[in-house]
């Protein structure tokens, strides 16, 4: 039974405050002519404030894309990305850098370290270009959970892959902002750093009230998140709620299946 398309006339309308950030028929078209892409088809979906969500769906789908219009790190073609009630099309470059400074962390599919920065040197750069005071304890733990103790003094270039990811996975949550929104986090990580990353997040939204959006292909990643909501050529096409590994791997051989059928 279709119920879950139907909306809810007893459900209120979220307060604002619960909703940390939120499309809105967003749409974002690149090139034109022969090039044209539309990469997001009229988006429409809301990141609960201290939820944890995963953004699944095929290479290609947008899911990238909608991290980026979100973060303000790339511009929408057409409708609304907002952080919490600011429209991010409003704000001119420099507000726009002042909010991803202070309100926003970003975990890369590439990692955006330094090179000539120590690993700690990255983790709290972007708390020392705000002009904020690292909370030592916070970073400590932080530090500790991703296992880069012993590393703290190495830069990038000597640190392995999955060591670098834990760098950028360290830098968005030392300086607990607003909204964490993650690509791929875990996509270069042993299954056992991933796994202690992956708890971290979930941990840093249970008990801090962390507020992140995650893209993965994992379905055992996406199990960690409170909700995950799949993307297919632009669009919104199906979520779960209270995720397990199984019923995440279902759904996407669902959709397999679906697409090979049309
Ligand atoms: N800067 C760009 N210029 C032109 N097309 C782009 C650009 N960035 C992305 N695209 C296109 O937009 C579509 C969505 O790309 P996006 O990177 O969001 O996918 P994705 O779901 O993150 O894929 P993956 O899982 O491979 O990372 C793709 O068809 C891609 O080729
Ligand atoms: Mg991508």
Same mark, same amino acid.
């Given at each position: 039974?279709?119920?879950?398309?139907?909306?809810?006339?007893?459900?209120?309308?979220?307060?604002?405050?619960?909703?940390?950030?939120?499309?809105?028929?967003?749409?974002?078209?690149?090139?034109?002519?022969?090039?044209?892409?539309?990469?997001?088809?009229?988006?429409?979906?809301?990141?609960?404030?201290?939820? *944890?969500?995963?953004?699944?769906?095929?290479?290609?789908?947008?899911?990238?894309?909608?991290?980026?219009?979100?973060?303000?790190?790339?511009?929408?073609?057409?409708?609304?990305?907002?952080?919490?009630?600011?429209?991010?099309?409003?704000?001119?470059?420099?507000?726009?850098?002042?909010?991803?400074?202070?309100?926003?962390? *970003?975990?890369?599919?590439?990692?955006?370290?330094?090179?000539?920065?120590?690993?700690?040197?990255?983790?709290?750069?972007?708390?020392?270009?705000?002009?904020?005071?690292?909370?030592?304890?916070?970073?400590?733990?932080?530090?500790?959970?991703?296992?880069?103790?012993?590393?703290?003094?190495?830069?990038?270039? @000597?640190?392995?892959?999955?060591? @670098? @990811?834990?760098?950028?996975?360290?830098?968005?949550?030392?300086? @607990?902002?607003?909204?964490?929104?993650?690509?791929?986090?875990?996509?270069?990580?042993?299954?056992?750093?991933?796994?202690?990353?992956?708890? *971290?997040?979930?941990?840093?939204?249970?008990?801090?009230?962390?507020?992140?959006?995650?893209?993965?292909?994992?379905?055992?990643?996406?199990?960690?998140?409170?909700?995950?909501?799949?993307?297919?050529?632009?669009?919104?096409?199906?979520?779960?709620?209270?995720?397990?590994?199984?019923?995440?791997?279902?759904?996407?051989?669902? *959709?397999?299946?679906?697409?090979?059928?049309?």
């Amino acid at each position: 039974m279709p119920h879950a398309a139907v909306p809810h006339p007893a459900t209120p309308a979220r307060t604002a405050a619960a909703v940390a950030a939120r499309a809105t028929g967003l749409s974002k078209v690149y090139g034109h002519g022969e090039t044209r892409v539309v990469a997001l088809d009229s988006v429409d979906v809301e990141f609960g404030r201290a939820r *944890f969500t995963a953004i699944m769906g095929p290479s290609g789908s947008g899911k990238s894309t909608l991290m980026h219009c979100m973060a303000g790190l790339d511009s929408v073609t057409s409708g609304s990305a907002r952080i919490g009630d600011v429209e991010l099309a409003t704000l001119g470059d420099k507000q726009l850098t002042r909010l991803r400074r202070d309100r926003i962390g *970003f975990i890369f599919q590439a990692f955006n370290l330094l090179p000539t920065l120590t690993a700690l040197e990255n983790i709290t750069l972007p708390m020392d270009i705000a002009g904020r005071r690292p909370d030592r304890e916070w970073v400590g733990r932080v530090v500790e959970t991703v296992g880069l103790s012993g590393r703290l003094k190495h830069r990038p270039a @000597q640190l392995s892959g999955g060591q @670098q @990811q834990r760098v950028a996975v360290a830098r968005a949550l030392a300086a @607990q902002p607003e909204i964490i929104f993650a690509d791929e986090p875990t996509g270069n990580l042993d299954s056992r750093s991933g796994a202690e990353v992956l708890g *971290f997040l979930r941990e840093s939204v249970r008990a801090m009230g962390q507020t992140v959006v995650m893209v993965t292909h994992d379905p055992v990643a996406a199990a960690y998140a409170d909700r995950v909501v799949f993307l297919a050529d632009g669009r919104i096409v199906d979520e779960l709620a209270d995720p397990t590994a199984d019923a995440v791997l279902d759904r996407m051989r669902r *959709f397999e299946t679906a697409g090979r059928t049309s």
